[in-house]
């Protein structure tokens, strides 16, 4: 399978600071990228998806101010989660696509963010 | 929102085959199904996916009724390292070329000695 790695693996930050989390495609190129996150006990939710040199697009509820997405190359994404708050903490999944509608997504290992 | 159902929770003994199901009743004829499991703490791994045919690799066989309204994933000798949450997915795409996953809750299957 495709090899895709985020970073970093976990990260525990103050109230009102930022994070950034990168995911990165190793070995193809991702056109497309979905952001995921995951909640204690529940499954995954997508948040956005974006196409690499535009701009994101995003699910209902979820804030496109507070959870900047940059895909500015087909290797790497960003997510910057500006002024967390504690209920950001959450498992946060970046999945590459490199398109078409039976391509194989393959997911990243996650980020595990904690906020205080 | 996810289309798809499966039963919450399932065991299975060790060594012996693990049958998950998933009903997909509203599936469209050009939509996928995809088996993606996920291992706490990790990221989901793909598994395997089919459209309408009976599909097999390396890890798993998936089987899908001919009317496509269910599917069941087979891990022919389940290992206590198969203990993971299971989620069936169909593939939401419309006329986009990329279509988005949506997970619903998945079988959690828990692998016994």
Sequence with gaps: GAVV???PSWVICKSGTSVKIECRSLDFQATTMFWYRQFPKQSLMLMATSNEGSKATYEQ?????KFLINHASLTLSTLTVTSAH???SSFYI???SSGGRTDTQYFGPGTRLTVL | DAKTTQPPSMDCAEGRAANLPCNHSTISGNEYVYWY???HSQ???YIIHGL????TNEMASLIITEDRKSSTLILPHATLRDTAVYYCIVRVGGSSNT?????GQGTTLQVKP
Aim: contains cysteine.
């Design chain 2, 43 to 45: 990221g989901p791994q």
């Design chain 1, 5 to 7: 790695s985020q970073h």
């Design chain 1, 61 to 65: 509820g979820v804030e496109k101010d």
């Design chain 1, 94 to 96: 970046c999945s590459p």
């Design chain 2, 52 to 55: 309408k045919n009976n599909e």
């Design chain 2, 37 to 39: 499991r996920q291992i």
């Design chain 2, 99 to 103: 279509g988005k996953l949506i997970f």
């Design chain 1, 86 to 88: 504690p209920e950001d």
